[in-house]
C-alpha cells in the first residue's frame, strides 16, 4: 500500500550483490510509477528510468531539454512505488562537474540505486541517432570523477555511458570505456553497439559490469536474453518498450472511435477495472477505511 518499504541504501545494496551474482539483469523502462509496479510484479530485476521517456512524456524530443528537476521528480516518484533498484538516465549531468556532483546528489536524495552519465555533447540527443558528437576524454573523465566524488551512499551505482563507437569505431570506445573506468566508474554502458562481437570486446577490455541497450528502431540488433549473458553482459535495458507499446495500443483505440464510434471492439485488449485495482493494492487501503473497498468487481469486464 502506498509506497515501498524497502530503503533505497537497501535497493543500493541489493544491486550491487546482483550485479557480483554475475547474472543478467533485466531492468525494463518504466514511463509511469505504475508501470513500475508491474513490472515488479512480472519478476524482473530492476526498473529502468529513461531519459527519452521523460522528454516524450512531456511532449519533448530526446535533445537535452528537460531538467534536472523534472528528471529528479519523476524518479522519485517511480522509485519510491517500487521494492526493485531503479537506474536513471543522468544524460551528461546536466552541465560542468560542480553541476554534475548536484545532479548525483539531488538523483540520490530521489531514492534511485544507480545513475548513468554520458560523454556527449549538450545538446545531446538519442544515442542510435546519427550526427551525435562527443566531448573530449578529459572532459568525460571529470564529469565521472565529479560523480564518484559527490555521491554520499558508496553503494549509489555511477554508470558511464560512451557514445563514441558511433563516431570513431569499437577500438575508441574500448578506449574510452576503460579511461572512464580508470576514473571510478562503476559500469559502463557501451552505446549503440552493432553485433554480439562488439559487446564480447568491451567485456574483455574493463573489469566492471557492462549494460547492453536493447531499443527497438536503434543501431543494435534486438538480442535475446541468452545471447546477451553468453557474452558477459550483466544488465539489459528496454528504455522505450513499455511507453512504445501503451501509445501504440492508445493510437489503434484512438483509430476505433474514429472508425467505429466506440471501443466496443478494443475492449478485450484492456487492462480490466479489476486487473487495475489489483494492481494498485486498492482492497489494502480498506486497513484504514473499510468503506474504500467494500465493493466487488467483474475480473472480466470490471
Do not use: W
Not at 554520499?152 to 574510452?176: E, F, K, Q
Amino acid at each position: 500500500m502506498l509506497y515501498t518499504s524497502v530503503t533505497p541504501a537497501d535497493k543500493r545494496a541489493a544491486l550491487r550483490a546482483a550485479l557480483a551474482s554475475g547474472e543478467l539483469l533485466r531492468f525494463p523502462g518504466a514511463f509511469n510509477p505504475l508501470s513500475a509496479r508491474l513490472i515488479g510484479e512480472k519478476g524482473f530485476e530492476g526498473v529502468y528510468i529513461s531519459g527519452a521517456v521523460i522528454s516524450a512524456d512531456l511532449g519533448l524530443p530526446d535533445i537535452g531539454l528537460t531538467t534536472l528537476t523534472e528528471v529528479a521528480g519523476r524518479a522519485a516518484q517511480i522509485s519510491r512505488m517500487t521494492d526493485l533498484p531503479t537506474l536513471v538516465d543522468a544524460d551528461t549531468g546536466f552541465g560542468e562537474p560542480m553541476n554534475v556532483a548536484r545532479t548525483v546528489q539531488q538523483l540520490e536524495d530521489a531514492g534511485v540505486a544507480g545513475l548513468h552519465i554520458e560523454d556527449q555533447v549538450n545538446p545531446k540527443r538519442c544515442g542510435h541517432l546519427d550526427g551525435k558528437a562527443v566531448v573530449d576524454a578529459d572532459t568525460a573523465i571529470k564529469r565521472i570523477r565529479a560523480a564518484v566524488a559527490a555521491r554520499r551512499d558508496p553503494n549509489l551505482l555511477i554508470m558511464a555511458r560512451t557514445d563514441i563507437r558511433a563516431l570513431d569505431g569499437l577500438d575508441s570506445a574500448i578506449d574510452r570505456a576503460k579511461a572512464l573506468v580508470d576514473a571510478g566508474a562503476d559500469a559502463i554502458f557501451p552505446e549503440a553497439m552493432v553485433d554480439l562481437t562488439e559487446f564480447e570486446a568491451v567485456r574483455a577490455a574493463v573489469d566492471v559490469p557492462i549494460l547492453a541497450n536493447m531499443t527497438e528502431f536503434g543501431k543494435s540488433e534486438l538480442f535475446t536474453n541468452r545471447q546477451l549473458a553468453d557474452v558477459g553482459v550483466n544488465i539489459v535495458i528496454y528504455p522505450v518498450s513499455l511507453l512504445r507499446l501503451a501509445m501504440g495500443a492508445a493510437e489503434r483505440g484512438l483509430d476505433t472511435i474514429l472508425a467505429e464510434g466506440s471501443l466496443e471492439s478494443r475492449v478485450p485488449e484492456m487492462q480490466t477495472r479489476a486487473r487495475l485495482y489489483e494492481l494498485l493494492d486498492y482492497q489494502s487501503y480498506g486497513s484504514f477505511d473499510d468503506g474504500v473497498f467494500n465493493f466487488t468487481l467483474d475480473g472480466n469486464r470490471g
